[in-house]
């Protein structure tokens, strides 16, 4: 993938025609830009307007001030885990959550490379630890799947590991749901153009480079790797009790604004405003794999 002259140019297969994308290119290629949006079968040709985001996004925050301050009464606990491939807006969505709210009753948890400890310890056991408490939020960028993604991908775990993960994290799920946490699995998926578009804007853009890892670098040619991977994963651990949420994310706007109202619609608090809350949008959430 890096030439003799340093160059990180690709050749990949996007559609069935062969195409060459160089990240290190400062010009995005017209053929990225036109494709982005719709990519991916995204059923919108526009963005969601700013100033109607912006509008929506504000109603929406305010019913999560609520919902944080009827949790700290009743003693609820909310866990949401943030899934999809690289660059589909994990972070952006959970920062829309949670820049409204009180940091002490919310956290974000985004862990990095296990240490040698927790390498040997049980597999979900770093992840518990950062569980919610009466009354709190926890939003996990990345969580224990990526067992079901990444590591089997990239040849982080065995085949072994990854086939032991996806029999028993169901049963793990269970117990998370049995203790009367609310549990929320999101998946945000964007299409390949989509993607490289936004690969492109971390490699150029000097307040995003730091976004922009070797990992994502080396995943460019494993586009099918990973999909294999995320049908597997949403096949053998999309439950009743625990099931999947599926966010259209090409568009960001459209993504955070329906991810936030699953999350309000889903729980119940003092003061709910279902008519500032608003309607989910069909064509960009879902559950399952009935639109992948």
């Known amino acids: 993938m890096v030439d003799s002259e340093g160059s990180r140019a690709v050749e990949l297969d996007i559609g069935g025609k062969l195409r060459v994308f160089d990240i290190d290119d400062p010009k995005l290629p017209d053929w990225i830009d036109e494709a982005a949006l719709t990519s991916g079968n995204f059923p919108y040709k526009k963005k969601l307007k700013s100033e109607d985001y912006d509008d929506e996004l504000t109603a929406l925050q305010i019913e999560l001030v609520k919902a944080q301050i009827s949790m700290r009464q009743t003693g609820q606990r909310i866990m949401a885990l943030f899934e999809g491939r690289d660059a589909a807006g994990k972070g952006g ?8 709210l009180n940091p002490r009753y919310a956290r974000v948890v985004a862990l990095t490379k296990p240490t040698e ?6 597999y979900f056991q770093r992840y518990v630890t950062h569980f919610p408490t009466k009354g709190e939020m926890v939003l996990f960028d990345r969580s224990w799947y990526n067992r079901a993604g990444v590591e089997p991908v990239m040849g982080f775990c065995s085949p072994e590991e990854h086939k032991h993960f996806l029999r028993v994290v169901p049963s793990f799920e269970q117990l998370i749901v049995d203790d009367k946490i609310h549990f929320f699995k999101f998946w945000l998926n964007i299409g390949r153009e989509m993607q490289l578009k936004r690969f492109h804007d971390r490699r150029h853009n000097p307040l995003k480079t730091w976004k922009l890892s070797p990992m994502d670098i080396a995943a460019l040619t494993k586009w099918k790797d990973y999909t294999q991977m995320r049908d597997l994963m949403i096949e053998k651990t999309h439950t009743k009790f625990a099931p999947w949420t599926v966010v259209r994310a090409n568009d960001k706007r459209r993504a955070r604004l329906n991810i936030i109202r699953h999350i309000l619609l889903t729980i119940e608090y003092d003061g709910k405003d279902k008519k500032a809350i608003g309607e989910i949008d069909n064509k960009i959430l879902s559950f399952g794999a009935e639109d992948l």
Request: no cysteine; proline share 0%; aromatic share 14%.
């Open 117 to 122: 400890t927790e390498a040997g310890q049980w």
């Open 93 to 100: 969505s959970i920062f829309s959550i949670h820049s409204a």
